[in-house]
Structure formats: structure tokens, C-alpha cells
């Protein structure tokens, strides 16, 4: 057992805030956990309640860094995180997923000669046209404990000739479910409150700027769910949100789809869990669904969650109309997978045991 290391963990996004959860409980059994929010996303939906409900530790710095273009975001979350690093002098940076906060903490680590541990590594839509995918690969190329959730993740990293460092632990988002689900389904009276039955809806997310930023893109989705009259609950992406507003779209929203305001982790689980189907463009959306054994329906046209397309759980429809209603149409799943290509819960606990172990000279 290595001594005790401090470790600065950067989140920012949503979705980092539900990886960090089961780690940070984890790490600080044996390590110290300095928590770093750029402020990526800053309002209370899409951040504070998380901490809430997940009892996040209180971060000790928040960079606040908001919202602004690609490079002027991550130069921000960048230029900041450096600052505390340059304070701290922690002895590993640990970033999570792909977005802007992961690329920028992780370069701000490299350039100080951090070691660098990734969650969630080897991902791959390959299609750079994504910023995540930049994020995902300049991440992984310059962290030097990758933490990767599946084994055809761990096969492409060796196609890129990154094979020290790389360790299949499974998924971290198994552990946040796993934590929460139970409550979730028990306490959550998420159904009540929208008047809606299970089984007999399907919820909706969106929020790429590849589908966002073109209002003829949520016309076409309007239209189709319009016409197979399910009811679809839409807890709504701020940044969805604008340009609806600003596109004068919101009147073309149909009477079939209910738009509420982003959801906590608990409810949006509940939501999830008694959807007939999930229509989405949301990379861990696509695997909760997997999990929870509910239909997805992806508003993409690629996946780095390929696992998630086997025995018909999820299918990529892209923006295209017809494709969409008649996914609509399908019943909700009875069974659920035959594999769990994203392993059991514990992926903490792996974690936690490999850097308990892990030793820098031998780093690669
Ligand atoms: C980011 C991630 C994406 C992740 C998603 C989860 C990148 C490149 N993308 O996308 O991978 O799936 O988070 O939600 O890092 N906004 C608010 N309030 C907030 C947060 C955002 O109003 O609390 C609005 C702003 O108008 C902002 C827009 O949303 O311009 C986009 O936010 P940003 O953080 O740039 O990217 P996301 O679309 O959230």
C-alpha cells in the first residue's frame, strides 16, 4: 500500500458531478480529495443538486469558469485549474468522461508534470467532428492511469498504441445507479407530479449543438413525435432551452411533449426507469438505459457506447424523421440484457485499489 497521496479530482459537467459521487467516497478512505468545479455548468439543476442528492463533498475550488465558445471555455477552465495546481502541488489529477473541463484539467496536469489518472477512458464515436472526441483523445493520450469501462475501449486504445496505464475496471455510472436506484424508485414521485403512467410515455433529452444548433433538426424531431402521439416528457438542456426561445421553435412544440426543467439524478432515473423508451443524443443516457433495461432510441448517428446497440436496446436514428416515429411505435423491453458489458458495481473500489498500488517511477 503506497502512502497516502493528495489528489485534485476536476469536475464541471453534469454528468461528472454523477461519476465523481461513489469515487470521492471511495478515495478519501485512504487518500486526501481536494474536488476542483471549473463551473462549466453553473445552474442549481444542472449542478448544486447533484451535490445534494449524490453528497458530493462540497468542492474547495470553484473556478467558475461558465459558459463561452469551445476554445475560450476550455482556455478559461484551463488557466484556472493551473492556478490551483501550482497551490495544491497534488500528487495526481483525476479527470473524468470527455468534456471541456476533462481536456483542460488534464492539460493543465501535463504541463506540470501531474500524473494523470482518466475515467471513463477509451471511448471512442470517431467522429471528431464532436468535441467530445478531441477531448476524449487528447485526454488519453496524455493521462497516465486510464480507467476504462469496457473491453472494447481497452481494444482501441491498444489500436492506438496506448496499452501501459490501461486498466478495465468496469463502469463508474454502475456504482452511481446502483447507490440511487432503489431510492430512486421508492421515493421519487417524479410520475404523480407530471401525471403520466408507467410504461406509457417515453422520455426525452437533447442537447448536442450538432442537433441543437439547427432549429430545422427539432422541427423534423417536433414533427415526428408529434405524429406517433405518445405523450414524451422532455426535461430540457438549458442550452436546448435558447434556442428554442430564440428560434420562436417553442411554438411549434407539439401538445404530445411535456417540457419540464432539468431533472435531479434521483427523478431522472425514476423517469427513465418507467419509460416505455428513451429518446436521446446523451452519451451516459444511452448506457443508463442499457442498465435500467429500458428501450433507447439515439438521436445520432454514431455511439461510443456500441455495446448498447445488441439485442435491439438501442437503435441510431439520427434526425430523421420517419426513422424516428416508427421507433416510437416499438413496445417497451420485457427482459433485460443478456450481458453487462459495463461490469458490476465496485468500479470504485478497483479504482481505489489500483492507486493504492500504483507506483509513479514505474509510470508510463
Ligand atoms: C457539456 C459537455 C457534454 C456533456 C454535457 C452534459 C463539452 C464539450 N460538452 O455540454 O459532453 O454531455 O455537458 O450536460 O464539454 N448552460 C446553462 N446553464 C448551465 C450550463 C449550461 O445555461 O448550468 C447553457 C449555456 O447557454 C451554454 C450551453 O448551455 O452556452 C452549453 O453548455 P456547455 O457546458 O458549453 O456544454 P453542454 O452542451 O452542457
Redesign the pocket.
Known amino acids: 500500500m503506497r502512502e497516502r497521496m493528495k489528489i485534485v479530482s476536476i469536475v464541471g ?3 461528472q458531478f454523477i461519476k465523481c459521487a461513489p469515487l470521492s467516497k471511495e478515495l478519501r478512505k485512504s487518500h486526501e480529495e481536494v474536488i476542483v468545479h471549473t463551473g ?4 442549481y439543476e ?2 448544486k443538486v447533484f451535490f445534494d442528492e449524490l453528497e458530493i463533498p462540497k468542492p474547495d475550488y470553484n473556478l467558475n469558469a461558465g ?1 463561452g465558445a ?1 476554445g475560450q ?1 476550455t482556455a478559461k477552465i484551463l488557466a484556472a485549474t493551473e492556478e490551483v495546481l501550482l497551490k495544491e502541488k497534488p500528487q495526481m489529477v483525476m479527470v473524468f468522461g ?4 476533462t481536456v483542460a484539467g488534464a492539460l493543465a496536469a501535463a504541463k506540470l508534470l501531474i500524473p494523470i489518472a482518466h475515467v471513463e477512458a477509451g471511448l471512442r464515436s470517431y467522429d471528431r467532428t464532436m ?2 472526441e478531441v ?1 476524449r483523445v487528447l485526454t488519453d493520450h496524455i493521462s497516465n492511469l486510464l480507467f476504462v469501462p469496457t473491453e472494447g475501449a481497452v481494444e482501441g486504445l491498444c489500436r492506438e498504441g496506448i496499452r501501459k496505464g490501461v486498466h478495465r475496471v468496469g463502469d463508474v455510472m454502475v456504482d452511481s445507479l446502483s447507490t440511487v436506484k432503489k431510492a430512486a424508485l421508492g421515493r421519487s414521485t417524479v410520475l404523480q407530479k407530471l401525471g403520466i403512467e408507467r410504461r406509457g410515455y417515453f422520455a426525452m433529452t437533447m ?1 448536442r ?1 450538432s442537433n441543437t444548433d439547427d432549429p430545422a433538426k427539432l422541427s423534423r424531431l417536433f414533427r415526428a413525435v408529434e405524429r406517433s402521439g405518445i405523450p414524451v416528457v422532455f426535461p430540457i ?3 436546448t432551452g ?1 434556442v428554442l426561445k430564440d428560434s420562436g421553435l417553442l411554438k411549434e412544440v407539439p401538445p404530445n411533449i411535456k417540457i419540464i426543467e432539468p431533472l435531479g439524478y434521483l427523478d431522472m432515473i425514476a423517469l427513465m426507469a418507467s419509460a416505455r423508451g428513451i429518446l436521446t443524443d ?2 451516459g443516457i444511452q448506457k443508463e438505459a442499457f442498465i435500467l433495461g429500458t428501450r433507447c432510441i439515439t438521436l445520432r448517428e454514431n455511439t461510443e457506447w456500441t455495446e448498447t446497440l445488441t439485442e435491439g436496446r438501442n437503435r441510431l436514428v439520427g434526425l430523421d424523421e420517419k426513422k424516428i416515429e416508427r421507433s416510437l411505435s416499438l413496445p417497451a423491453l420485457t427482459a433485460g440484457p443478456r450481458s453487462q458489458p459495463f461490469g458490476r458495481a465496485g468500479t470504485s473500489r478497483r479504482i481505489a485499489a489500483v492507486l493504492d498500488r500504483w507506483d509513479e517511477r514505474g509510470r508510463p
Not at 40 to 43: F, G, P, R, T, V
Open positions: 459537467a453534469r454528468p462549466q455548468h453553473y445552474d444542472m449542478s459558459s469551445q471555455q470527455d468534456t471541456n473541463s468535441p467530445e477531448n442537447h449543438a438542456h438549458p442550452r435558447k446523451s452519451g
